[in-house]
């Protein structure tokens, strides 16, 4: 079983520093590009793609697009971060315990919210217990993870900046039995926008 890790990427300065942490967790990353977002990906763990879009919310456009146009395996786990993203240190290795087809966990928001961030995101964490935390405005992009076969019967609300949690909720409503939580485990929400995690924060390359 692979874990892929499926990502709208656009910040092309963050990807050294993407690097020095993804690395070591050994998963696959798929950072998905417009045209004209020119990367340099040079490992074997990193397979792109670029996808020609144009929609209102162009992040979810992009997962939509890999969801389409990737080969998907049917057994292998796929989540989804965003390019600032981050997982706590040993997070994948408890996901390679897991046999469920979809997995729900907990996110940590930081300790301050900068004035550079556009949404006023809060600090409090995201902690998903059961059925009803799946809800718009209450879980991020970041927090589950599905097998192929559960997420090619999925898309993201590319009409809306809160697909994220319309998604989740589609997820609670069509596959309610499937879902495993974990609670304890926590996934790091805007690690790298400056002045978010001040305390014990990231190291940029």
Same mark, same amino acid.
């Given at each position: 079983m692979n874990i892929h890790i499926v990502c709208p990427f656009y910040r092309e300065y963050l990807l050294p520093t993407l690097i020095k942490y993804l690395e070591p967790m050994n998963i696959i990353?798929?950072? +998905? +590009?417009?045209?004209?977002?020119k990367v340099p990906m040079q490992r074997d763990w990193i397979i792109p793609l670029t996808a020609d879009i144009k929609a209102y919310a162009i992040a979810y456009e992009k997962l939509n697009a890999f969801i389409e146009r990737y080969p998907?395996?049917?057994?292998?786990?796929?989540?989804?971060?965003?390019?600032?993203d981050m997982y706590s240190p040993g997070f994948f290795d408890v996901i390679r315990q897991q046999t469920a087809n979809i997995l729900v966990y907990s996110l940590y928001r930081g300790d301050s919210v900068p004035e550079?961030?556009?949404?006023?995101?809060?600090?409090y964490a995201l902690i998903m217990r059961q059925l009803q935390d799946m809800q718009v405005c209450n879980i991020g992009l970041l927090q589950y993870i599905v097998k192929?076969?559960?997420?090619?019967?999925?898309?993201?609300n590319s009409n809306h900046k809160w697909g994220d949690g319309m998604y989740a909720e589609d997820l609670r409503n069509k596959f309610p039995n499937e879902i495993k939580f974990l609670p304890d485990l926590f996934a790091y929400g805007n690690y790298f926008q400056p002045g978010r995690f001040t305390l014990n924060g990231p190291e940029y390359v």
């Open positions: 990353f798929h950072p +998905v +590009v417009l045209p004209t977002e998907i395996a049917d057994d292998d786990y796929y989540g989804f971060m965003g390019d600032d550079c961030d556009p949404e006023k995101h809060p600090t192929g076969h559960i997420l090619r019967q999925t898309r993201f």
